[in-house]
């Protein structure tokens, strides 16, 4: 949700247990900051994550300066071919800038990814790219990575890519129109 004062992301997530006795699943969230005017860019990332429903959260230490490393213990053991579901919440405080893009990278394998990006109707993006199958460091590149896709009359964007392959990148990314002050 792009149309807050903070951006905000909603995960619902159905999972598939591999094993037998699953009992925590190990996650990650990537806050791709833009630094702050005077703020050095080693500083961590802010970012709250709260758990909606499913499991407990169940924080680590910073895996990065920027990535949060986290794990969703789940409400009962999972055997092998068993589905659980859970939900989280990611709210950016005050203060804290992202890049204007939304990808999930896969782990592991993964069935569907179904993304629905929010922006303000009265400051929409000068342009939307949806990028499929790409490579991390190249999410940001200004040749225009992904396809050029439009975004709807509420003013927001639905991809849902089937069969993403884990390690590459999938989602959009956005060039943000320039603020005018009155």
Request: aromatic fraction near 8%; include cysteine; proline fraction near 9%.
């Amino acid at each position: 949700m792009l149309d807050q004062p903070n951006p905000e992301a909603f995960e619902w997530r159905r999972i598939v247990s591999n094993q037998d006795g699953l009992t925590e699943i190990d996650l990650a969230f990537t806050l791709t900051a833009v630094p702050a005017a005077g703020v050095e860019p080693a500083d961590p990332a802010r970012l709250n994550i709260s758990m909606l429903y499913g499991g407990t959260l169940v924080p680590k230490e910073m895996a990065a300066a920027r990535r949060f490393s986290f794990s969703v213990q789940l409400p009962s053991p999972l055997d092998r071919g068993r589905q659980s579901e859970f939900a989280l919440r990611f709210h950016v405080p005050d203060g804290q800038a992202m890049r204007p893009h939304y990808v999930c990278v896969p782990r592991e394998r993964c069935a569907l990814f179904d993304l629905r990006v929010r922006f303000d109707r009265d400051r929409s993006p000068l342009k939307v790219w949806q990028l499929v199958k790409t490579f991390q460091n190249d999410i940001d590149d200004a040749g225009g990575q992904g396809e050029i896709v439009s975004l709807d009359t509420a003013g927001e964007l639905h991809p849902a890519i089937r069969g993403p392959d884990p390690g590459f990148a999938y989602g959009a990314r956005w060039d943000v129109a320039p603020q005018v002050t009155p």
